[in-house]
């Protein structure tokens, strides 16, 4: 397939100067997405949040947020209770999220049962997170 890429490159265009793309020119970049990760699980210790296995978040308190981007796609999320002195619990995950490219999105880690949290994730049609959710 790379050979039939390289063969159409060169016979096109007939030195017009055109616009093809060469084999060795990188591919254009990924479409990011916008990510503001939020504690909103009152009942337990701050948490310590992953994003494939990336620590994106420590010690994040009730009502905290953390803003981030990461490519468009799949990405594994998981989240720890940050316990001092001890060992940190996992909580929610580690499970596959979906982003669109080109979207913001808020995404709220909240209390589900005793010892467990959900992920609510919130897609933001403008394009923008909103500094505060709830703010009044």
Same mark, same amino acid.
């Given at each position: 397939? &790379?050979? %039939?890429? +390289?063969?159409? /490159?060169?016979?096109?265009? %007939?030195?017009?100067? /055109? ?10 970049? +990924?479409?990011?997405?916008?990510? !503001? &990760?939020? $504690? ?6 701050? &948490?310590?949040? &992953? ?7 420590? $010690? ?17 999320? !998981? +989240? @720890? ?6 060992? $940190?619990?996992?909580?929610? /995950? ?7 490219? $080109?979207?913001? @999105? ?31």
């Amino acid at each position: 397939m &790379l050979l %039939g890429f +390289a063969g159409l /490159g060169a016979c096109g265009g %007939g030195g017009d100067g /055109g616009s093809s793309q060469s084999a060795s020119e990188p591919p254009p970049p +990924a479409a990011t997405v916008g990510l !503001r &990760l939020i $504690n909103a699980g009152w009942t337990e210790a701050p &948490l310590d949040v &992953l994003v494939d296995g990336k620590t994106v978040a420590t $010690n994040l308190d009730f009502g905290q947020a953390v803003q981030l981007s990461v490519a468009a796609g799949s990405h594994q999320v !998981r +989240a @720890y209770w940050d316990v001092p002195g001890g060992s $940190n619990s996992s909580v929610y /995950g580690p499970a596959d999220v979906s982003f669109d490219a $080109n979207t913001s @999105y808020a995404v709220a880690l909240e209390d589900a049962s005793p010892g467990e949290m959900s992920l609510d994730v919130l897609p933001q049609p403008s394009g923008a997170v909103p500094a505060q959710l709830g703010a009044q």
